[in-house]
């Protein structure tokens, strides 16, 4: 160091000090003018790094007062001294950048990126990218400094959406592809992966000519949302447009892989069923998976009208499926049970199969509709029985509870209500003598030739229900009906003693029958103490039931009336220990539930006895002739209604499997 350098050195730091305080202080000239005479006074005597400094710091001033050409000068000069100082770069930066020079902008940009690192560098490449792609057009020289900042960090969110866009944007559409994977490759929000495999799916099919690519990217999308409609349409278009239908099942079917259990998806679903059964059944002619597409949309949406006739005449033309075909045909039905076509599609389907009784019983029902065609009133005519029938089979516990009940029938009520049966006879029953009987008039009913008698004698036996005591009386009108009395009995009037058919018997029989079954006697025992107490019957069944449930319970939550006490007097005092261990159970079930519809179940009680009467009849016709001269529980219940579940009832698996237990189906 030259002599006299430590005194030069500090006498420029403080006229350098001198400077930066006009500086600070707002006097532009005179920091001007103070900087200029330090590089004159002392320029001999500083470093290069100092000299670069203060003609950085001038250049600085020069920018302040709009000068942008001496400021560039003064810039460059700094620069000359250290091409690394950074100060002077970035001074360099903002003249260009105020003054639109992009072209020079870039290029100190550049340079100045070369003295930076990490995300400094990053950003300044990605800003020289920014104006060479938006002011200047280059979009090649913004890629390179867009990949450039890319070698330096890999996963660079912003750096991989700048290169991404600015090849977008050039139509530059491999570049773009590549750009966006490798955005992809580090992106973790499902959503966003979504929306950038759906650019490359639309970029692969608009502008990269490969649609087996764009069905990939699209298959992606919804891989990460299940939901994207667009995708699905396209993947349908472009699988449509090559007619891959082997590949269209196939997207369908992963799509609805997809959606399993995806609430709110059950629309969508029931939809993507029906392409894809439509799909197999009219392109891929699989008639069996079609079959199945179609089963599994009506478990969706079991009341769609039209795929379940579809779905049936699907069944029907697979070898080994006219169970299902049937099956489908009567659930139509329930729907409708006029419903013309599906009885005449049912005749054809179990007449193909081999399967007589079950077709005779579909030409009964179109019989009673007046529907049938010559050969299917020949067929009917032909096997329908005539005179009586022959020693029959019986209807067991579990049939009874499985298929001759109503299935609507309120299984709970019937339970307490033939635990109580016992206790409510007991409680309101007279003396036959009490009651009006004479004992002139009582038959015997197990060795009575009378053909109601023996009908009776029938029911019972395929009913496995006990014969109550029968009064016949001649010259009293009406038919049928029970007798409050103990034992019980039954009085028959002159409507049933002579001018019926035993078909017509055997409907009245059965009916009668099912009526003393233990859940249905006490109703109709009831029915006569309703009568007696004025109040509507399913007022009093239902304070028996409640009642029933107290006793059997315990009287905890429910609302105890001095009707349901006195009912629970009758119940304690008639309950034998085998009712009460029959009712505990019931009861139990009936208190953890809220109280009965006793009027719905009644009305499904007179149409169990309906059904018991048709299989005891075994003719439709008949059966629907003589539902008007049989007593119901339920006033309200209108014929129509009783005729139309009869229909049903008699093209039903329940009433086939009944009548081969009684033994009186047509052999197959």
């Known amino acids: 160091m030259p002599a006299g350098s430590t005194t030069a050195g500090g006498e420029f730091e403080a006229a350098r000090e001198r400077a930066e305080e006009a500086l600070r202080s707002g006097d532009l000239d005179g920091a001007l003018k103070l900087f200029r005479a330090l590089l004159f006074q002392f320029e001999a005597w500083v470093s290069g790094a100092a000299r670069a400094d203060v003609y950085a710091r001038m250049a600085g001033i020069k920018a302040q007062q709009r000068d942008g050409k001496q400021a560039r000068n003064l810039y460059e000069k700094a620069l000359a001294i250290d091409a690394a100082h950074r100060r002077s770069l970035e001074g360099l930066v903002e003249v260009f950048a105020a003054e639109g020079d992009h072209l020079h902008l870039v290029e100190s940009r550049r340079r100045l990126a070369e003295l930076l690192w990490g995300e400094e560098r990053i950003r300044v490449l990605l800003e020289a990218g920014e104006t060479c792609a938006a002011k200047l057009g280059d979009v090649p020289q913004a890629i390179l400094f867009y990949q450039e900042a890319l070698t330096l960090d890999q996963g660079h969110k912003l750096a991989q959406l700048k290169l991404f866009q600015a090849c977008r944007d050039a139509e530059m559409w491999p570049e773009a592809i590549a750009a966006c994977e490798g955005i992809l490759a580090s992106e973790p929000e499902a959503a966003k992966r979504a929306t950038w495999h759906f650019f490359l799916a639309t970029t692969w099919c608009e502008h990269g000519g490969d ?76 008639l069996e998976r079609a079959a199945e597409y179609h089963a599994r949309a009506l478990e969706l949406n079991p009341e769609h009208r039209a795929r379940r006739e579809l779905l049936a005449g699907l069944y029907a033309q697979l070898p080994g499926r006219w169970a299902d075909a049937v099956r489908e045909h009567q659930r139509l039905l329930r729907g409708d049970p006029k419903r013309i076509d599906s009885y005449h599609g049912m005749r054809g389907i179990l007449r193909d199969a081999g399967r007589a009784d079950e077709t005779w019983c579909v030409c009964a029902a179109l019989a009673t509709l007046g529907r049938a065609d010559p050969t299917e009133v020949q067929f009917y005519e032909q096997y329908r029985p005539k005179g009586a029938l022959g020693a029959l089979g019986g209807v067991s516990a579990e049939s009874w509870e499985s298929e001759l009940v109503h299935p609507n029938q309120d299984r709970d009520v019937s339970r307490v209500l033939a635990a109580a049966a016992g206790a409510i006879a007991k409680g309101w029953a007279q003396s036959a003598k009490g009651f009006g009987l004479r004992k002139q008039d009582l038959q015997d009913v197990k060795t009575s030739g009378l053909a109601l008698a023996k009908a009776l004698r029938q029911a019972s036996g395929v009913l496995d229900v006990p014969v109550p005591e029968l009064y016949v009386v001649p010259h009293q009108a009406g038919g049928l009906i029970f007798a409050l009395t103990e034992p019980t009995a039954s009085v028959a009037g002159q409507d049933f003693l002579a001018g019926l058919a035993p078909a017509e018997l055997r409907f009245v029989a059965g009916h009668h029958m099912a009526a003393y079954r233990r859940e249905h006697a006490g109703a109709f025992l009831l029915a006569v103490a309703a009568g007696k107490l004025r109040q509507p019957l399913p007022e009093v069944l239902l304070d028996y039931v409640q009642a029933a449930v107290g006793v059997g319970a315990g009287e905890g939550g429910m609302e105890v009336t001095e009707a349901r006490r006195e009912a629970m007097k009758v119940l304690r005092a008639g309950l034998t220990p085998l009712d009460l261990e029959l009712l505990g159970p019931a009861a139990e079930a009936m208190a953890a539930r809220p109280p009965p519809d006793m009027s719905a179940w009644l009305r499904r009680a007179d149409l169990t006895c309906d059904r018991a009467g048709l299989l005891l009849c075994g003719d439709l016709p008949v059966a629907t002739q003589m539902l008007g001269r049989v007593p119901v529980l339920s006033p309200g219940l209108a014929p129509n209604r009783r005729a139309d579940e009869l229909l049903l009832f008699s093209v039903s698996d329940e009433f086939f499997r009944l009548r081969r237990a009684l033994g009186v189906a047509l052999a197959s």
Do not use: C, M, Y
């Open 211 to 286: 649609d087996e690519k764009a069905l990939v990217e699209f298959e992606k999308v919804l891989d990460e949302d299940p939901t994207d409609a667009e995708s699905i349409s396209a993947i349908a278009r472009l699988r449509t447009a090559a007619e891959d239908w082997a590949g269209l099942d196939e997207s369908w079917r992963r799509q609805l892989e997809r959606l399993a259990g995806r609430a709110g998806t059950e629309g969508a679903r029931e939809s993507l069923l029906h392409e894809l059964g439509e799909n197999a059944r009219l392109r891929l002619a699989d």
